[in-house]
């Protein structure tokens, strides 16, 4: 079946250094790709995506790129700030009227000022 | 559009008791999906309905969970009898079928906690 594998965390950094959460998926077909952020006491949002290969979605300064070859859409950002703290997850989905997803386990980070 | 909203946002009841959590999908999306976080688990999709009809309930954890969706506004999860176990925040979703990619947006969320 479907899964999707990401990074273990939590990850702490300081502000203004590079970020880089790993995911990797499993499925068959061209499943759509997701990121969705959690923010302290608030439910998912989602903060990028990519529905096809070499696609790259991008927001909020985060990007990440559709890679069919490697299975992966790893997330980065180039300069962190405090306001990132919150949980990450990486999201697929089937597509063709399946509109469930399949999350990943989620990454905790923390920007320390 | 509101969004997603759950009522209520948090939950206290006592092993045993009945608890019933709800939720108001935006207003023309066509899924609706329900979910439960917890620290042990994480994100667990519990069920979710299309157009109102249940098409995946396998998460369900057992029978005393049962989840309804009168009709293309309105949800609800129960749980009954309650356990300290169940303790966690429920979450529902809902989405449109716009193509490939559609998005979930997320209700703020339900704590549930069970003594």
């Known amino acids: 079946g479907d899964s999707v594998t990401q990074m273990e965390g939590p990850v702490t950094l300081s502000e203004e250094a590079c970020l880089t959460i790993n995911c990797t998926y499993t499925a068959t077909g061209y499943p759509s790709l997701f990121w969705y952020v959690q923010y302290p006491g608030e439910g998912l949002q989602l903060l990028l995506k990519a529905t096809k290969a070499d696609d790259k979605g991008s927001n909020k300064g985060f990007e990440a790129t559709y890679r069919k070859e490697t299975t992966s859409f790893h997330l980065e950002k180039g300069s962190v700030q405090v306001s990132d703290s919150a949980v990450y997850f990486c999201a697929l989905s089937r597509n063709f009227g399946n509109e469930k997803l399949t999350f990943g386990t989620g990454t905790r980070l923390t920007i320390i000022p | 559009d509101a969004g997603v909203i759950q009522s209520p946002r948090h939950e206290v009841t006592e092993m045993g008791q009945e608890v019933t959590l709800r939720c108001k999908p935006i207003s023309g999306h066509d899924y609706l999906f329900w979910y439960r976080q917890t620290m042990m688990r994480g994100l667990e999709l519990l069920i979710y309905?299309?157009?109102?009809?249940?098409?995946?309930d396998s998460g369900m954890p057992e029978d005393r969970f049962s989840a309804k969706m009168p009709n293309a506004s309105f949800s609800t999860l129960k749980i009954q009898p309650s356990e300290p176990r169940d303790s966690a925040v429920y979450f529902c979703?809902?989405?449109?079928?716009?193509?490939?990619?559609?998005?979930?947006?997320f209700g703020p969320g339900t704590r549930l906690t069970v003594t």
């Open positions: 309905f299309n157009n109102n009809v249940p098409i995946d």
């Open positions: 979703a809902s989405s449109f079928t716009g193509g490939i990619g559609s998005e979930q947006y």
